[in-house]
């Protein structure tokens, strides 16, 4: 919005253009609202007007909200990266909440990395010796 002062015949007017499209203005003269036609070639902008089109609604049962149950394995990643020193599970292994997986160096510190879920180890990524990122998967938990 635009706003401008006009003086005429020593009367001053404050105009705000609202919008203004093709030859036709909406303008806004000391509170009043008015239509008006320019006569004069107006330039057309570049810049393309966006139209958004109309979603349905959803319906009931897309409305609905659905409860996966998971049963790919949950990755358990490295918190900082460092060095794998000694690992202390197996693929096939079964491991509660807690359980320490594996103990890694990081920072010069010894961490343990323990399982945040129970159930058994499907995968093993990673052997002693190895050197991984942060949030490298080094095991999962299924």
């Given at each position: 919005m635009?706003?401008?002062?006009f003086?005429?015949?020593?009367?001053?007017?404050?105009v705000?253009?609202?919008?203004f499209?093709?030859?036709?203005?909406?303008i806004?003269?000391?509170?009043?609202n008015?239509?008006?036609?320019?006569?004069k070639?107006?330039k057309?902008?570049?810049?393309?007007?966006?139209?958004?089109?109309?979603?349905?609604?959803?319906?009931?049962?897309?409305?609905?909200?659905?409860?996966?149950i998971?049963?790919?394995?949950?990755?358990?990643?490295?918190?900082?990266?460092?060095?794998?020193?000694?690992?202390f599970v197996k693929?096939?292994?079964?491991?509660?909440?807690g359980?320490?997986?594996?103990?890694?160096?990081?920072?010069?510190?010894?961490n343990?990395?323990?399982?945040?879920?129970?159930?058994?180890?499907?995968?093993?990524?990673?052997k002693t010796?190895?050197t991984?990122l942060?949030?490298?998967v080094l095991?999962?938990?299924?």
């Amino acid at each position: 919005m635009k706003n401008y002062k006009f003086t005429i015949r020593g009367n001053i007017y404050d105009v705000d253009i609202l919008s203004f499209e093709d030859n036709i203005a909406e303008i806004e003269v000391n509170g009043t609202n008015y239509t008006v036609e320019v006569h004069k070639e107006v330039k057309t902008t570049k810049t393309p007007k966006l139209v958004r089109a109309s979603v349905p609604e959803p319906t009931r049962s897309e409305s609905k909200i659905k409860k996966n149950i998971s049963t790919s394995a949950t990755p358990v990643k490295a918190p900082l990266p460092g060095s794998i020193l000694q690992i202390f599970v197996k693929e096939g292994d079964e491991v509660k909440i807690g359980d320490k997986l594996l103990i890694m160096e990081a920072m010069k510190m010894e961490n343990n990395v323990l399982a945040e879920k129970s159930g058994k180890v499907t995968s093993l990524k990673v052997k002693t010796g190895d050197t991984v990122l942060q949030n490298d998967v080094l095991l999962e938990i299924q």
